[in-house]
């Protein structure tokens, strides 16, 4: 898997600490990203998951996925989400997909199963908003995955 960075500790991407892995590749593109090198598909560094693994088992915090765009490496990501996934660990999962774009995709929607929060849709500088929590604009949302299938609708996350 191409990666940008790991980082061990963080408290911005999803509640309490937690292991973010920034994956290489976005073809969105968002103007204004705070992440413009992470585009490149061949940025960064090629890691296998059982390198990620090891970031994830020594310091046994909950996981998020950002970048780039994680789903541009999606059949990785789902098989590193399995295993994740597999020793307990809560997965929330930035992308510049919707939601529903996620949903209905036969090649993204498989890692829907595997993941607890989705934070979906592009960042749009005009919605910029630093009062939001764990995203930059009003119009990405922090969803439920669990209960969003499970109910058949998007379902907010609440802490």
């Known amino acids: 898997m191409r990666v940008i960075d790991i980082y061990d500790g963080t408290c911005v991407d999803g509640p309490g600490l937690r292991t973010t892995v920034y994956f290489a590749g976005c073809t969105h593109q ?4 705070h992440n413009k090198q992470s585009w490149p598909a061949d940025s960064g560094t090629e890691i296998s998951r059982d390198e990620i693994m090891g970031h994830v088992i020594e310091n046994d915090f909950d996981v998020t996925f950002s970048g780039g765009d994680p789903l541009f490496q ?4 789902v098989k590193l989400a399995q295993q994740i996934k597999s020793i307990g660990k809560n997965i929330w999962c930035y992308t510049g997909y919707t ?11 498989p890692i829907l199963g595997h993941i607890d929060v989705l934070v979906d ?4 500088s005009e919605l910029k908003d630093l009062t939001l929590r764990f995203r930059g604009s009003s119009n990405q949302r922090l969803i439920d995955v669990v209960e969003s299938m499970r109910k058949g609708s998007v379902v907010m996350f609440e802490e």
């Open 121 to 124: 849709g592009r960042f749009r």
């Open 30 to 33: 968002c103007h204004d990203c």
């Open 74 to 77: 999606i059949e990785e990501l």
């Open 99 to 109: 939601y529903e774009q996620v949903l209905e995709s036969d090649r993204l929607r």
